[in-house]
């Protein structure tokens, strides 16, 4: 989050977005996908406004957040790397696959460059087993990658 005012408006976006909602009970795994996102992530600052918005404890807020590993509570950078380790895309070589995305980046699963613009992590299953083994970038899905293949992938980024 760059300054007060761009941060303003992205809390002032996700306030017109639950104003919005016919009811808000019920909403909040709604309201935290729309601000995960507006903000790229969900630091305490944006769960304690959902809470405060949707007039439920700050606790159970959090709760879902940390449950569902879809959420973050840390910055990740412009492109997301998920490596699928679901059985279908494990023993066709989804580990070597992480590995490599791990080496030409020069981070581990988890971690964010410094530059922000990859962060790298695993998923348990993407739902796409016939593509085995599967990594998807942002909202981009690759199949049948292998390690070979990391090198140009990433290039279609820098």
Known sequence: MCCNNEKNQMFNELQTFIDGLPSKEGAL???????????GYLPSEV???VAEKLDIPVSKVYGVVTFYSFFTTEPRGKYVV???????????GAGDVLKEFEKQLNIKSGETTPDMKFTVGSLRCV?????????????KVYGHVTKDQVEKIVAEYM
């Open 29 to 39: 795994i709604e309201v935290l996908h729309r601000a995960q996102h507006i903000f």
């Open 47 to 49: 769960q304690a406004f």
């Open 127 to 139: 739902g796409a087993c016939g593509l085995a083994p599967v990594v998807t970038v942002n909202d």
């Open 82 to 92: 998920n490596v699928c380790m679901g059985t279908a895309c494990f023993v066709r």
